[in-house]
T-cell receptor
Framework: GQQVMQIPQYQHVQEGEDFTTYCNSSTTLSNIQWYKQRPGGHPVFLIQLVKSGEVKKQKRLTFQFGEAKKNSSLHITATQTTDVGTYFCAGRSTGGFKTIFGAGTRLFVKA | DSGVTQTPKHLITATGQRVTLRCSPRSGDLSVYWYQQSLDQGLQFLIQYYNGEERAKGNILERFSAQQFPDLHSELNLSSLELGDSALYFC?????????????FGPGTRLLVL
């Protein structure tokens, strides 16, 4: 069945350092979504990528969708303490019915 | 506030018991999803309903069942509870079922089985 793997599981950074989380699917995806969950909160939608090779930016966040539509990444430039939380990718296989979430990358930012 | 409501917020019960979690989707959303999140774990997809019909099934145990009612609210029933069922249960809703809609998550129900 479809699997979505996300690495790393945890990342500790110093405030101001960059951060990247990677998402890899065992199957080709029709789209990929990214969500952020603050500690004690619920997942909140960040962005969706649909096209092969697509790159989208939201302020210090850069999202990429691979050419083969099987992987994606989220890069945060110059992390801030407000970036703390768990970042999930979620994708649906082409022709599939289920959106599968990755296990998430938990980001810790030290001031 | 996502517009998705879940009740109760917290639930403490004993092993072997049965509980019902309730979710009201955002106004206009037809799809409801249920997820289980154990401590410091990812989101395990349980089940999805669309306009009252089961749409997709994930790793939902046979002891668990769900339904979506004509007014589109949904209930997740957990029976013969075990210690390992302790987790945060999220409901999410979306407008449709193409997989390209945003999922809006509720605040979750924290279940503790003692």
């Amino acid at each position: 069945g479809q699997q979505v793997m996300q690495i790393p599981q945890y990342q500790h950074v110093q405030e101001g350092e960059d951060f990247t989380t990677y998402c890899n699917s065992s199957t080709t995806l029709s789209n990929i979504q990214w969500y952020k969950q603050r500690p004690g909160g619920h997942p909140v939608f960040l962005i969706q990528l649909v096209k092969s090779g697509e790159v989208k930016k939201q302020k210090r966040l850069t999202f990429q969708f691979g050419e083969a539509k099987k992987n994606s990444s989220l890069h945060i430039t110059a992390t801030q303490t407000t970036d703390v939380g768990t970042y999930f990718c979620a994708g649906r296989s082409t022709g599939g019915f289920k959106t599968i979430f990755g296990a998430g990358t938990r980001l810790f930012v030290k001031a | 506030d996502s517009g998705v409501t879940q009740t109760p917020k917290h639930l403490i019960t004993a092993t072997g018991q049965r509980v019902t979690l309730r979710c009201s989707p955002r106004s206009g959303d037809l799809s409801v999803y249920w997820y289980q999140q154990s401590l410091d774990q990812g989101l395990q997809f349980l089940i999805q309903y669309y306009n009252g019909e089961e749409r997709a099934k994930g790793n939902i145990l046979e002891r668990f069942s769900a339904q979506q009612f004509p007014d589109l609210h949904s209930e997740l029933n957990l029976s013969s509870l075990e210690l390992g069922d302790s987790a945060l249960y999220f409901c999410a809703s979306s407008a449709g079922t193409s997989g390209q809609e945003t999922q809006y998550f509720g605040p979750g129900t924290r279940l503790l089985v003692l």
